[in-house]
């Protein structure tokens, strides 16, 4: 079957990096409140699992960097505030993050998914490769 999504709209869509159709989540959506990470074990569509790699708290090293994309206006605007407006501008900073943590955590999570897909991938592709050059 071709892919006719790009990996971006899966990747931000939520969806499974094989088939770029089946959900990765239970919950669809960026802005889930409740079950923000509960998965299916397998692609609903294509039966890709979806634990490539057991260790998906390495997700969080994928989520920082949009912690801190999202962060670092307010900051950088309590900085330079005078007076109440940098406690303002911190009480904003807050209240993004809370916004917004089921869409990092989610975000994070796809595009580790996504990551360990290509690795693997590319892994199985090197190693075919390999073994019928040493056939040939």
């Not at 159709?21 to 889930?32: A, C, E, P, V």
């Not at 790699?53 to 999202?70: G, H, Q, T």
């Amino acid at each position: 079957r071709l892919k006719s999504k790009s990996i971006w709209f899966s990747l931000l869509g939520l969806k499974c990096p094989r088939c770029r159709t089946g959900n990765l989540f239970h919950k669809g959506g960026l802005f889930q409140y409740s079950s923000v990470l509960e998965m299916p074990e397998k692609c609903s569509v294509c039966g890709q699992k979806y634990d490539i790699e057991p260790d998906l708290d390495r997700a969080m090293w994928i989520s920082y960097p949009i912690v801190v994309a999202l962060e670092m206006p307010f900051l950088f605007l309590a900085l330079f505030a005078d007076g109440i407006m940098t406690w303002v501008y911190f009480g904003l900073m807050m209240a993004s993050f809370f916004l917004f943590w089921p869409l990092i955590l989610r975000l994070g999570r796809s595009a580790w998914i996504h990551g360990q897909y290509d690795m693997m991938k590319n892994k199985t592709l090197k190693k075919a490769l390999f073994d019928s050059s040493k056939r040939a």
